[in-house]
């Protein structure tokens, strides 16, 4: 694992996230987290985080197509799941695009590994994001994911030293992207040096 070096000049009060991405002040509503929402930083920051972060893989223009195809992977039987697909969904839902691209949410309900990959392969996804309830999973989707053409992300920033591309973190505070490389180079996903110089490499 690289040394963290921090997330540009982002700070945290308990209504505004501030956030310097390549250059570029973000300023994003910060929401008390709902209690059932089983993840260090707030659903609504992540999803902000991530419609900006997305446009610094430089495949992923060719990955999505005409649209950014999103999909949320959730587990039947577990409520916090559920409920953060759903906070997901709520949240995605409000974004005008991801890297210029209009988007489409659908959920998946978990199967196997395996069916994860058909069902991304299948559909054209491009981003599969992992609600908690599935990390005892990460290890083989990672390694279904070998070779394939897909980013995945995680609420829960503990997935991915295991095996998902992104994830966000709470330190010290402040927001912190996380970013497995090798799995990166796995699934052809090319975070430009811009990104991972704010980022926590996990090589």
């Not at 992104?166 to 090798?182: A, C, D, H, Q």
Request: glycine letters at 6%.
């Amino acid at each position: 694992m690289t040394a963290r070096r921090s997330l540009g000049s982002l700070g945290i009060g308990r209504r505004r996230a501030l956030a310097v991405i390549g250059g570029m002040l973000l300023t994003i509503p910060f929401r008390r987290r709902a209690a059932a929402e089983d993840v260090a930083v707030p659903i609504s920051v992540q999803i902000e985080l991530l419609a900006r972060v997305v446009k610094y893989d430089r495949n992923a223009l060719a990955r999505m197509g005409a649209t950014c195809k999103v999909l949320i992977v959730c587990r039947d039987g577990d409520n916090a799941s559920r409920q953060a697909a759903t906070h997901s969904r709520t949240e995605l839902g409000k974004l005008d695009d991801i890297a210029g691209l209009p988007v489409v949410v659908t959920e998946y309900r978990w199967v196997d590994a395996d069916a994860l990959r058909k069902r991304c392969t299948d559909d054209g996804i491009g981003l599969a994001l992992l609600t908690p309830g599935l990390s005892d999973q990460v290890a083989a989707i990672a390694a279904a994911c070998v070779d394939d053409d897909l980013l995945t992300v995680s609420l829960l920033a503990t997935d991915v030293p295991a095996g998902i591309v992104l994830g966000f973190s709470l330190e010290s505070s402040r927001p912190t992207i996380v970013v497995n490389l090798r799995q990166a180079r796995r699934q052809n996903v090319d975070f430009s040096a811009r990104l991972l110089a704010i980022a926590k490499v996990i090589e």
